[in-house]
């Protein structure tokens, strides 16, 4: 049974940054895909960023390269680095696995049509 777990969110002000982590269990060991999606009120769901077994990233570009997305095997927890947080940044932070990515531009693919597994959230606000 997979189950992942999100934790790190909060409030902060505007600039400010925030590490989310999700631990998981459950994944088969030999391939699998993990990733981070977002999700304002009144809005869609959106992918923000993914990363394969591998370790090959890939980001929304939107964010201008203020995420970063990593993971530790040996922990079995994934990460969601963000700076220079802004309002718009507002939203529920989901961490989603599955058991292989799909690629863009040789880039894993953070798309809710891929992935099966998902957390219950953490909700990161950002104050102006």
């Known amino acids: 049974q997979v189950r992942l777990m999100e934790s790190g969110g909060g409030s902060v002000q505007a600039g400010g940054s925030l590490r989310l982590s999700c631990e998981y269990s459950g994944l088969a060991h030999t391939t699998y895909c993990m990733a981070w999606f977002r999700q304002a009120p009144g809005k869609e769901r959106e992918g923000v960023a993914a990363i394969a077994k591998d370790g090959r990233a890939g980001y929304d570009s939107s964010l201008k390269g203020r995420f970063i997305i990593s993971k530790d095997s040996a922990k079995n927890t994934l990460y969601l680095q963000m700076n220079g947080l802004e309002p718009d940044d507002t939203a529920m932070y989901y961490c989603?696995?599955?058991?292989?990515?799909?690629?863009?531009?040789?880039?894993?693919?953070?798309?809710?049509?891929?992935?099966?597994?998902w957390g219950q959230g953490t909700q990161v606000t950002v104050s102006s």
């Open positions: 989603a696995s599955a058991q292989i990515c799909h690629y863009k531009n040789n880039a894993p693919r953070a798309s809710t049509d891929y992935f099966p597994y």
